[in-house]
């Protein structure tokens, strides 16, 4: 009898998981950022797509570009991250995102002169937050959270999410 069941299980999840809905299951979504003021320019752009595994699950990559410059400081960021989304019930989702980052930062030292920092960063994000269908807002926390080479001011970091 478990046979029979066992056999049944995978022949229904063969059918729900074809290849051809594979497009069906992947949602775009990311996002954009802009901050300026005198002597301040931030941009960031953030594209990502997740594929729908389960109603409840879904895992993607995503992309990341960052460009500040201000009076006495520039910096261009850009890396990669991997997601994973679950939602224990539809308004709920808990999420777990690792971001490698290439920081390349140049500050002027009064007096003359200037310093070059040009490195991988690491951040493990886990976070959680309200579902609304395409919209998701929340809280996210850097368990790796380095104070000095962070392009983050916190560990903690609220969110808004969109995935179409």
Known sequence: MLGITHS?????????????????????????GISFG?????GSISP??????TPQFATGIGLDFTYTDAEYYNAFVYGASAIALFNPIREIQLSAEFEQLRVNRDYDVIGGGSITEDYWYPALFLGAGYNTGPVTMGVRYDVLYDDDKSIYASAFMPFVMFYF
Request: hydrophobic share 35%; net charge negative; aromatic share 20%.
């Open 48 to 53: 990502s797509a997740i594929y729908q595994v």
């Open 38 to 42: 005198d002597d301040f320019f931030s």
């Open 8 to 32: 049944a299980s995978a022949q229904q999840m063969n059918q729900n998981y074809n290849q051809s809905d594979f497009w069906q299951r992947v949602r775009f979504g990311g996002g954009l």
